[in-house]
């Protein structure tokens, strides 16, 4: 990553002022548009510029880098929140490319105008208001400055610098050969006819020197003439091209130009809205300044007049690319004019997503998702769309299939998983995990805090036993071992069998959460065999203390095996799940719901710190240490 060097002066080669952009040109951008931020840099480095042409943003909301790419390496552009702190930082720049919106192009263009380094402004924007738009002219024009729009796509020095989005694609920048400078330059009204003329001329002389499109406004900050007469200034270009429309007058400078004699270079000059004329009453284009109040503001008018004057003038846009064919041809038949060889771009690199659009690349993932996808038009859960499963009453046990089982659960199925979330919901506060969410809740801590504090307390002693019931219980059944086998082998081991007892419930004063799910389960599972083999060791548990009864977690965690067998899973697939050690994962989400309303409880009684009582802990501390004996 290669972050762009900021200049320490503003000494940089002295340009002729008929040149407003070339492949020197440094640009502050004005607003955070990343796309016409990077099409500017690939447009720099397949002209083999030395440098990138934006050196620094403004964004009113934000400083800081702005990360993209150079060809293939990435750079960074410095950041800042406001035009005064970016000039000062980069005063070799003197072009503004300003994307800021209608309400903000006035002040930030007039800011630009008004700095001491910023030579040229090109407003996007449309909208602007006309006074304005007149006030920003008489600035730039006191202070010998440039303005190019509002209301405009920009302009292009071919090999040399973009404003923004200017000619589009970079595939149609390379066939309008745009990499590299020709020696015709063009100036229009349209922004979108001017990658048209891009393409004309690529197609009829040796390629485009320089294009400005000044924009649809009624006042544009440059007119046709300023831009003709820069033109025809520069030894480099070696004919010009205009393209004007209905509306306005500014083409009659033009004209007048050519009369007195200061436009000496080949003008081919077309004004389009000739068509206005078979319509009934006046009408208005695109453009603001696209309406012809007049007979003098009628494109065949100002046609007429251009021809006159001796500018090239085809009969219809249809003869433009004719008439500009002629024209360069007659220029390299006398002699004047040799044409500039085509020059082979470097490849530009795509853009990842662009590539992948296209199906042309392929790129290893990182991460794997098959339950659920939120790319398209709706959130879909394992295939099913979100607003299907609330329009046919998934409920939580069936969006719980679809996201861990990948399965369209049965009825009988999603109500099961609905019952243990509220059966294991909440305990009282007794039981560890409430205790510690309370703790954390009375210590001021927030939800999430106090939540993680309560879950951490699951495992093998609280709420791990439906994870370890499971295991213990499928482990013998699925071995073809007895439930005696089974009892007897694990006190051989010393290992109490986990679901297996209770501190109070007992055969005699059974806990109603059990017999509800071992009700259930009875009668809607089409395979109970877990359920059954461990009330059969209960049996043989409770013959030794009544208390030593199968207990929730218990009933859960073989309940849920149950439940994976008749929903199509086999034996090998349920000890996937258990070694996973994702059977937990019902009790935790049960009991998050009793955390969190301790917590809330807390919360809203506003209680305080907790200190646990003295005469609740037993004190055993020694009268002194134990001395190290040293041998």
């Known amino acids: 990553m290669v972050k762009t060097e900021k200049k320490k002066t503003s000494k940089t080669k002295k340009r002729p002022d008929y040149i407003l952009m070339d492949r020197h040109t440094k640009a502050i951008v004005f607003g955070y548009q990343q796309r016409a931020i990077q099409r500017m840099l690939d447009f720099d480095y397949i002209c083999r510029r030395e440098e990138p042409s934006v050196v620094a943003i403004v964004n009113p909301t934000r400083d800081g880098l702005h990360k993209c790419f150079w060809g293939t390496k990435e750079?960074?552009?410095?950041?800042?929140?406001?035009?005064?702190?970016?000039?000062?930082?980069?005063?070799?720049?003197?072009?503004?490319?300003?994307?800021?919106?209608?309400?903000?192009?006035?002040?930030?263009?007039?800011?630009?105008?008004?700095?001491?380094?910023?030579?040229?402004?090109?407003?996007?924007?449309?909208?602007?208001?006309?006074?304005?738009?007149?006030?920003?002219?008489?600035?730039?024009?006191?202070?010998?400055?440039?303005?190019?729009?509002?209301?405009?796509?920009?302009?292009?020095?071919?090999?040399?610098?973009?404003?923004?989005?200017?000619?589009?694609?970079?595939?149609?920048?390379?066939?309008?050969?745009?990499?590299?400078?020709?020696?015709?330059?063009?100036?229009?009204?349209?922004?979108?006819?001017?990658?048209?003329?891009?393409?004309?001329?690529?197609?009829?002389?040796?390629?485009?020197?320089?294009?400005?499109?000044?924009?649809?406004?009624?006042?544009?900050?440059?007119?046709?003439?300023?831009?003709?007469?820069?033109?025809?200034?520069?030894?480099?270009?070696?004919?010009?091209?205009?393209?004007?429309?209905?509306?306005?007058?500014?083409?009659?400078?033009?004209?007048?130009?050519?009369?007195?004699?200061?436009?000496?270079?080949?003008?081919?000059?077309?004004?389009?809205?000739?068509?206005?004329?078979?319509?009934?009453?006046?009408?208005?284009?695109?453009h603001a300044g696209a309406r012809a109040g007049a007979e003098l503001e009628t494109a065949d008018a100002k046609n007429k007049a251009l021809k006159e004057a001796g500018a090239i003038v085809p009969n219809s846009f249809d003869d433009f690319d004719e008439k500009i064919k002629e024209t360069f041809d007659?220029?390299?038949?006398?002699?004047?004019?040799?044409?500039?060889?085509?020059?082979?771009?470097?490849?530009?690199?795509?853009?990842?997503?662009?590539?992948?659009?296209?199906?042309?690349?392929?790129?290893?993932?990182?991460?794997?998702?098959?339950?659920?996808?939120?790319?398209?038009?709706?959130?879909?859960?394992?295939?099913?769309?979100?607003?299907?499963?609330?329009?046919?009453?998934?409920?939580?046990?069936?969006?719980?299939?679809?996201?861990?089982?990948?399965?369209?659960?049965?009825?009988?199925?999603?109500?099961?998983?609905?019952?243990?979330?509220?059966?294991?919901?909440?305990?009282?506060?007794?039981?560890?995990?409430?205790?510690?969410?309370?703790?954390?809740?009375?210590?001021?801590?927030?939800?999430?805090?106090?939540?993680?504090?309560?879950?951490?307390?699951?495992?093998?002693?609280?709420?791990?036993?439906?994870?370890?019931?499971?295991?213990?219980?499928?482990?013998?059944?699925?071995?073809?071992k007895t439930p005696d086998f089974m009892v007897k082998d694990m006190k051989s081991k010393n290992l109490n069998i986990q679901g297996i007892c209770h501190r109070i419930k007992s055969v005699t004063n059974p806990d109603v959460r059990v017999e509800i799910l071992k009700k259930y389960v009875k009668k809607h599972f089409p395979i109970t065999e877990t359920l059954d083999y461990a009330l059969e060791v209960e049996k043989l548990t409770t013959a030794k203390r009544n208390n030593l009864i199968l207990n929730v977690d218990g009933c859960i965690g073989v309940s849920c095996c149950d439940m994976l067998r008749s929903i199509g899973y086999s034996r090998e697939e349920v000890r996937e799940f258990v070694e996973l050690g994702i059977l937990n994962a019902l009790f935790v989400l049960g009991r998050s719901i009793g955390f969190m309303g301790h917590i809330i409880d807390q919360k809203r009684l506003k209680t305080r710190l907790y200190r646990h009582p003295w005469d609740d802990i037993l004190y055993m501390m020694p009268d002194k240490p134990e001395k190290v004996k040293v041998k």
């Not at 405009?152 to 590299?180: C, E, P, Q, W, Y």
């Not at 000044?214 to 006042?219: E, H």
């Not at 060889?341 to 199906?359: C, H, N, S, T």
């Not at 059966?423 to 927030?446: E, L, M, Q």
Request: with cysteine; proline share 6%.
């Open 75 to 286: 750079i960074l552009i410095p950041m800042y929140r406001t035009l005064t702190e970016a000039t000062e930082k980069h005063p070799e720049a003197d072009f503004m490319v300003n994307f800021a919106s209608f309400r903000s192009a006035y002040p930030t263009t007039k800011e630009a105008l008004l700095s001491k380094t910023i030579r040229t402004v090109a407003v996007i924007a449309e909208g602007v208001p006309e006074r304005r738009t007149r006030e920003l002219i008489k600035i730039a024009k006191e202070r010998k400055k440039w303005i190019i729009g509002p209301a405009t796509v920009g302009g292009i020095a071919a090999g040399g610098f973009r404003i923004g989005n200017t000619a589009g694609m970079l595939d149609n920048i390379v066939a309008s050969k745009l990499h590299r400078p020709g020696s015709v330059a063009y100036v229009s009204k349209s922004g979108g006819l001017s990658n048209e003329l891009n393409n004309i001329i690529a197609r009829n002389t040796d390629g485009v020197y320089e294009g400005v499109a000044i924009g649809g406004d009624r006042y544009p900050g440059s007119t046709f003439i300023d831009h003709i007469m820069r033109y025809e200034k520069n030894p480099d270009i070696k004919m010009i091209v205009m393209l004007g429309e209905v509306g306005g007058t500014d083409e009659y400078e033009v004209v007048k130009a050519l009369k007195d004699g200061d436009i000496k270079k080949p003008l081919v000059a077309w004004c389009i809205g000739t068509c206005s004329k078979v319509f009934p009453a006046e009408v208005q284009f695109g």
């Open 330 to 480: 007659k220029l390299v038949e006398s002699g004047k004019h040799t044409p500039i060889p085509d020059v082979e771009p470097p490849r530009i690199p795509l853009d990842y997503d662009v590539a992948l659009k296209q199906g042309i690349i392929r790129k290893p993932t990182n991460f794997i998702s098959t339950i659920s996808d939120d790319r398209g038009e709706e959130l879909r859960y394992c295939g099913i769309p979100i607003s299907k499963i609330f329009e046919e009453k998934w409920g939580l046990g069936g969006v719980i299939g679809l996201l861990w089982f990948k399965k369209d659960l049965p009825k009988w199925a999603r109500e099961f998983l609905e019952m243990v979330v509220l059966v294991t919901a909440d305990h009282g506060p007794a039981v560890s995990g409430a205790h510690n969410a309370i703790v954390a809740a009375r210590a001021g801590k927030d939800l999430i805090s106090s939540l993680v504090s309560g879950l951490l307390t699951i495992g093998p002693r609280f709420g791990g036993a439906v994870q370890g019931a499971a295991d213990h219980f499928t482990t013998y059944l699925y071995a073809g």
